[in-house]
C-alpha cells in the first residue's frame, strides 16, 4: 500500500482518488487488456477521459 501511495505522489497523482477510482473499475468489470491504463503514470480520472466522437 505505501507504494502506491509513493508513486502517486512521484506522478502527482492524489492516491486517496486514484486508489477508490482503480478500485471501482477493477469491480466493474475493467478489462485485463487495460490494466495498464490503471497503474498511476497512466492513470486519468473519469471526467478527465476524453470521449471518442461519434463518426
Do not use: F, H
Not at 508513486?7 to 485485463?32: F, H, S
Amino acid at each position: 500500500m505505501l507504494s502506491i501511495i509513493e508513486t502517486c505522489k512521484l506522478c502527482g497523482v492524489d492516491a486517496e482518488a486514484y486508489m477508490a477510482d482503480v478500485i471501482e473499475r477493477i469491480q466493474n468489470d475493467w478489462p485485463a487488456s487495460r490494466w495498464d491504463e490503471l497503474m498511476p503514470w497512466n492513470w486519468v480520472r473519469r471526467q478527465e477521459m476524453t470521449l471518442p466522437l461519434a463518426a
